[in-house]
């Protein structure tokens, strides 16, 4: 699957491969919620955040608004579970019929982390997952 990105995208994820030395593998400029989502190498998040937090709140200083980073996964399950982080995902299950959806099983407590405010985290999640994995929707149960 390919994804595009937009001119601005690219010298936001080359900004961002500059300041933290991760390799980011999508970045997505999210107008709605003021914000950038990176995709970073799977096993590349503790680059990205930086000892204490210090390369991403860099760029966001940079940036002026908030970044969210996922890691990336090989499959549509793992790949749920990380854009859904920090909630604590039990089980993700993809089902093939019609529509391709993920099925998302969270701890009581941490729905609200999973959602985001407004949404946000859960709308990050379908973003991503759509883009690298063909996922319609993501859906907590």
């Known amino acids: 699957m390919t994804v595009r990105l937009s001119d601005d995208a690219r010298q936001l994820l080359t900004l961002f491969e500059e300041e933290t030395e991760a390799t ?25 955040i930086g ?30 579970a990380n854009a859904l982080a920090p909630a604590a995902v039990y089980n993700v299950t993809i ?4 529509d391709r959806l993920a099925y998302v099983e969270v701890a009581e407590a941490d729905r609200g982390a999973a959602i985001g405010a407004d949404g946000k985290n859960i709308d990050a999640a379908r973003t991503l997952a759509a883009r690298h994995h063909d996922v319609d929707d993501v859906e907590l149960t």
């Open 24 to 48: 980011v593998r999508d970045c997505v400029i999210d107008e709605e919620y003021d914000r950038v989502i990176f995709l970073v190498k799977a096993g590349e998040m503790g680059k990205a």
């Open 51 to 80: 000892s204490g937090g210090e390369n991403v709140q860099a760029v966001e200083e940079e940036l002026d608004r908030e970044v969210k980073l996922v890691e990336d996964a090989d499959t549509a399950e793992d790949f749920v």
């Open 95 to 98: 089902s093939e019929n019609d």
